[in-house]
């Protein structure tokens, strides 16, 4: 049964900017391996583990295109008639078949290509004598603008900052929350992360969770709270004295057994809250 042991309101004219920047500080990624929870949780007994949560709200819209809040990359891209060209043809023959087609097409012309090296790929022999014959004189008719039909194009990338020292300035961005696990090994500090973003930063977060909720019951594991702004600013929450991670994904790519996972989550505390529109408040629950 989860029951409700705090909630905690979220003014963020009040959550401090000033905090122990020493948790984030001298880390590197860990490459151990930990085949399960239990090795987490014997591995890391005597090396004074603590957890970092950074709940991670979205950029404000305004900032998407600031140099100050979004790395931004141009990339270049195929014209408007190159696309098209691919378009008219796996519209045509649907993607298997376009793909086994198309991969006849590339033997049919590497030895030529390997031969003459007048083009800077084998694909564009597949433009030149297979798709241009065919689709070329449709999509013309199509366009006045020809110049423009054929210029290269740009696509601009935008890649969030994250403003947390270095290695743990890059994150998944399909995440709401990152999950930082970091313990001493031989007088150094590393970490593993997780998250909800793919299936190995699942993994990674269960596995974790289940080991330092089994750690905890013999030793306090403390937890480290941080809201992650819509305007990229760091602000402290809370110090938790014990183990206190995200509710979501536990159990998620790493499954236990109903009766051991409700062993180890007995009397934990966990985080939810509500990240659409803005992080409010958190609720701590206990299972």
């Not at 979205?58 to 979004?70: F, I, Q, T």
């Not at 014959?133 to 969030?160: T, V």
């Not at 403003?163 to 313990?183: A, K, Q």
């Amino acid at each position: 049964m989860i029951q409700t042991a705090d909630k905690i309101i979220l003014n963020k004219s009040t959550l401090s900017k000033n905090y122990d920047k020493s948790l984030f500080e001298k880390i590197s990624w860990s490459w151990s391996n930990f085949q399960t929870h239990h090795d987490v949780a014997a591995a890391l007994k005597e090396k004074n583990p603590y957890t970092i949560t950074v709940l991670i709200e979205l950029l404000k819209y305004e900032y998407r295109n600031r140099k100050e809040y979004v790395k931004k990359t141009k990339i270049p891209i195929v014209s408007k008639y190159r696309e098209l060209l691919y378009g008219y043809f796996f519209n045509e023959y649907g993607q298997n078949k376009g793909n086994e087609l198309y991969g006849k097409w590339l033997d049919k012309y590497n030895s030529i290509h390997k031969k003459e090296k007048k083009y800077e790929s084998v694909d564009e022999y597949v433009v030149k004598y297979e798709l241009e014959p065919k689709y070329k004189a449709k999509i013309l008719s199509r366009f006045k603008n020809h110049e423009k039909l054929f210029k290269g194009r740009i696509r601009i990338d935008r890649e969030r900052l994250y403003n947390l020292p270095e290695p743990l300035n890059r994150v998944d961005w399909r995440n709401s929350y990152d999950n930082i696990f970091v313990w001493e090994e031989n007088g150094k500090k590393e970490a593993r992360r997780g998250g909800s973003g793919s299936s190995g930063a699942r993994e990674v977060n269960s596995k974790f969770i289940f080991g330092l909720l089994e750690l905890s019951k013999t030793k306090p594991v403390p937890s480290y709270v941080f809201l992650y702004s819509e305007e990229n600013t760091v602000l402290f929450i809370k110090k938790f004295e014990r183990l206190c991670v995200p509710f979501l994904d536990i159990g998620a790519n790493y499954h236990l057994d109903y009766k051991e996972e409700e062993k180890l989550t007995k009397n934990g505390l966990f985080l939810r809250w509500d990240w659409i529109g803005g992080i409010k408040e958190v609720e701590v629950v206990s299972c």
